[in-house]
């Protein structure tokens, strides 16, 4: 008999109200909701260092280039990145030579004097700008990730 009277004791006084359970489920959405945010806005930034990186390994082939062909950045007649594919990168580097993750990789230029490469960013979501590099390694970045923004301003990492 004690015992069934601490049984109902014990029910009575451990049940949670709904204001409370709305309570603790309100405060762990909103801290879910914070880590997708910062969980996205980190993906931008590893995004981001990804394609610098990416694009100072190619100033590092067209240097490389350079050093073995009497300082000439090309040939001529290289317009593409086809001999630093061949040179340096596996194929699964670069898919069809163009894109790799989140970024589309476009020649600018290659001429004799130097270079001009773009990591253009896929998709606006997932990067906030986009990146060139040019003769040198220097690197610079536009505003926006827009296609269309190719206004470039100089850019230390």
Same mark, same amino acid.
């Given at each position: #008999?004690?015992? #069934?009277? &601490?049984?109902?004791? +014990? ?8 204001? @409370?359970? #709305? &309570?603790?489920?309100? !405060? %762990?959405?909103? *801290?879910?909701? *914070?880590? %997708? ?10 995004? @981001? ?8 390994? !190619?100033?590092?082939?067209? @240097? !490389? ?15 593409? *990145?086809? &001999? ?9 580097? +670069?898919?069809? #030579?163009?894109? *790799? /993750?989140? &970024?589309?990789?476009?020649? /600018?230029?290659?001429?004799?004097? /130097? =270079?001009?490469?773009? /990591? ?10 986009? =990146? ?6 220097? !690197? ?11 206004? +470039? ?5």
């Amino acid at each position: #008999m004690k015992n #069934m009277a &601490f049984i109902r004791k +014990f029910n009575s006084q451990s049940a949670f109200t709904l204001v @409370e359970i #709305m &309570f603790v489920v309100l !405060i %762990v959405s909103l *801290l879910v909701s *914070l880590a %997708v945010v910062e969980g996205v806005t980190l993906r931008k930034k590893a995004n @981001e260092a990804n394609v610098q990186a990416n694009l100072k390994g !190619i100033a590092s082939g067209f @240097e !490389i280039y350079a050093a073995g062909h009497s300082g000439a950045y090309a040939a001529g007649n290289e317009s593409n *990145l086809q &001999f630093l594919v061949d040179a340096k990168c596996t194929s699964q580097d +670069f898919v069809s #030579m163009a894109q *790799l /993750g989140n &970024f589309r990789y476009v020649v /600018g230029s290659i001429n004799p004097s /130097g =270079y001009d490469v773009r /990591g253009m960013a896929v998709n606006t979501a997932l990067a906030d700008h986009n =990146y060139q590099i040019s003769t040198g390694g220097r !690197i610079a970045r536009s505003d926006t990730s827009q296609s269309s923004d190719t206004d +470039f301003k100089d850019y230390a990492s």
